[in-house]
């Protein structure tokens, strides 16, 4: 531990995701002049409690900005075959820019088969093969949320990112893996940690800027980290208290920020991130739609 070094300042998730719901909303209104109106068709199956707080929330902040939200609920006993009918039709229907289904899916679903279904232009969450590629090869596509919200909490607290040293834990494809790319394209130098990686705080204490996506509570503490390390925290886990439950990140706050020179808190840093990019991915499928 440095004690020279001040606490880490918060990164603020809350106010850099108002900013970006506003440059949405600009982008709304120029849509509008064109006659375009960007529709999000959100589907959920099933009714697990997180499922229906995270989509209650997409819903919410869609209609807040002007994104016309269309919500379908199926019931838990919903078979493969008529979610991927539902995708093929929200495919077909122009008057739908947008397409998200809510993971996870029920177990006999295969997701891999859903998420392959839904028209790479229409892909919100970027999950789709053809973008994950194009992504890999740089091309202008959908890029998933989280790690597009988390590279503008970077840029906005560090500015420049050429040739820094970051350190992504978790190489999941939602995540680790996406969030990878895109610090490689912003010419920063990535290593990818994982569960099977040899002394993970060693290598993690080589970053100056630590991406932490493992869902392993307060895994991550000040022990990992280089003095001065700006730290994203993406976990999101519930835990018991003796007063009840309380959210925490992957990263242990109260130990990491008195290392770190800036920290996201858990909740208030990505979460609110990975909703505006949700609502910017659907402009931006928007526009991409008006080029086919
Ligand atoms: P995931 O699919 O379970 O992947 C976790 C990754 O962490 C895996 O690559 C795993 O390695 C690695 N890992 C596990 N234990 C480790 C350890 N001890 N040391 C180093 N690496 C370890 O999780 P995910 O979907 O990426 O989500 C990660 C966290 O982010 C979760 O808490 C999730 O709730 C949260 N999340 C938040 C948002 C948001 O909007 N804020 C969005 C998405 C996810 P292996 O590959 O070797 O198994």
């Known amino acids: 531990m440095n004690s020279s070094l001040a606490p880490a300042r918060d990164i603020d998730g809350k106010a850099i995701a108002a900013q970006v719901l506003n440059e949405v909303r600009d982008e709304i209104a120029e849509l509008a002049r064109q006659a375009l ?7 959920l199956v099933g009714d697990d409690p997180a499922s229906q707080v995270y989509v209650r929330n997409k819903l919410l902040r869609a209609e807040e900005v002007g994104i016309r939200s269309l919500e379908h609920r199926l019931p838990e006993s919903t078979s493969q075959a008529e979610l991927l009918q539902l995708i093929a039709e929200l495919n077909a229907d122009p008057a739908v820019n947008g397409i998200l289904v809510q993971l996870p899916l029920p177990a006999y679903i295969e997701e891999h088969a859903v998420i392959q279904a839904i028209d790479p232009l229409k892909d919100v969450d970027g999950f789709h093969r ?34 820094k040293h970051a350190v992504v834990i978790g190489r999941s494809n939602i995540v680790g893996k996406p969030m990878a790319t895109l610090l490689l394209q912003a010419d920063c130098s990535v290593s990818v940690v994982h569960s099977r ?25 000040a022990s990992w980290l280089k003095p001065g390390a700006v730290v994203i925290d993406v976990g999101i886990n ?26 996201t808190p858990v909740p208030g840093g990505v979460g609110p991130m990975t909703i505006a990019y949700l609502l910017k991915n659907t402009v931006i499928a928007t526009q991409l739609q008006q080029s086919r």
Do not use: K
């Open 37 to 43: 109106f960007p529709a999000l068709a959100v589907i």
């Open 197 to 221: 990686s040899v002394d993970a705080p060693a290598l993690c204490r080589l970053a100056d800027i630590v991406v932490a996506a493992v869902g392993r509570p307060q895994l991550i503490d």
């Open 130 to 163: 053809e973008n994950v590629g194009g992504l890999v090869h740089g091309a202008e596509v959908l890029t998933p949320c989280t790690p597009s919200g988390c590279m503008r909490l970077l840029q906005e607290t560090c500015g420049d990112l050429r040739g």
């Open 238 to 263: 519930r835990i018991e208290t003796e007063t009840g439950t309380r959210l925490v990140g992957d990263v242990d706050y109260a130990s990491a920020r008195t290392v770190a020179s800036a920290i």
